[in-house]
């Protein structure tokens, strides 16, 4: 028997009675599908998982993604996405160092953006007795809800395009700015022409029906949206920043808290998410898996 605790006012909940390393009956598993899609995002505490005991799991849910970065994904198990700051010998980072800067939803310039990301902590940094590193999560269907009718009206049939391209643009200008003021120096990923052409940019309706819940939700983000599709620049940008500070209110937001070996899973067509970076020099270590969506039409 499964034990559901919700933290958040609209998303949140820490699953317990669960081992992931074995195999779920199609019951235990079915509880845990139904907690995590009431709740946006769920966590696991003390689970110890091995790399093909972790895609298992998150298996279940549907077919998993391999990452446009190559360089970050781990090389016997290309499905897992390596989260970190940790240099190899030659001095590379052996994962990404730079994910999250902005609010996001994983993969959402792809055609078919990820139903859900599956992230496991294997090494977390802890300063003063206090893990750093936390992750946000903000939902967009508790934000939508929330909306003024009119406001609801104004989005429907609207589309937003969502670009790779342009989002690498915008983080390496963060990377630089970060650099110049002396924050943080971080690997920053240079795409390749092919890993380019392969997420080509896609225009997707600003509101989502969800696959599973059917509620409607926000499918903008400050990462990776590059502007509204047909509507004047300047009008767009407004109306995406006014969508952007409203769906980040701290009443949208659960903020996790990390501990070695939780596994934490976010559901990312209702919730979209953003990383802390305040732990460097210290090592961080994540391992995520990315469960592939349903085509945008
Ligand atoms: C991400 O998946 O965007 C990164 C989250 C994190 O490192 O906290």
Request: a neutral charge; proline letters at 6%; charged letters at 25%.
């Amino acid at each position: 028997m499964i034990t559901v605790k919700k933290i958040g006012k609209h998303l949140g909940a820490e699953i317990s009675g669960v081992d992931l390393s074995r195999p779920l009956d199609d019951d235990t598993f079915a509880q845990v599908a139904n907690a995590f899609f009431d709740n946006e995002v769920v966590f696991f505490r003390n689970q110890k998982l091995t790399l093909e005991q972790h895609i298992a799991f998150t298996k279940r849910f549907g077919e998993l993604e391999q990452h446009v970065r190559k360089e970050a994904r781990l090389a016997d198990h290309p499905e897992i996405f390596i989260l970190s700051n940790i240099l190899d010998d030659s001095g590379k980072a052996i994962g990404a160092q730079d994910a999250g800067r902005f609010w996001h939803s994983d993969l959402s310039y792809k055609r078919e953006p990820s139903l859900l990301s599956a992230l496991y902590a294997i090494k977390i940094p802890v300063k003063d007795g206090k893990p750093l590193g936390d992750t946000h999560f903000a939902s967009s269907t508790a934000a939508y809800d929330a909306l003024p009718e009119a406001m609801k009206q104004h989005l429907q049939g609207l589309k937003n395009v969502h670009s790779y391209r342009e989002y690498r643009i915008k983080n390496y200008a963060a990377q630089q700015d970060e650099m110049r003021r002396g924050v943080r120096t971080v690997q920053e990923h240079a795409p390749t022409p092919e890993q380019l052409a392969s997420v080509p940019d896609m225009a997707t309706p600003v509101v989502r029906i969800h696959p599973v819940t059917k509620r409607k939700g926000l499918f903008v983000n400050e990462g990776h949206t590059s502007h509204m599709a047909d509507m004047p620049r300047e009008e767009g940008d407004a109306l995406l920043k006014q969508l952007y500070a409203h769906i980040t209110q701290p009443e949208f937001i659960y903020t996790h808290h990390w501990t070695p070996g939780d596994l934490l899973m976010w559901d990312n067509i209702a919730v979209q998410h953003k990383a802390t970076f305040d732990y460097d020099p210290l090592p961080r270590l994540l391992y995520r898996t990315t469960v592939r969506g349903p085509a945008i039409c």
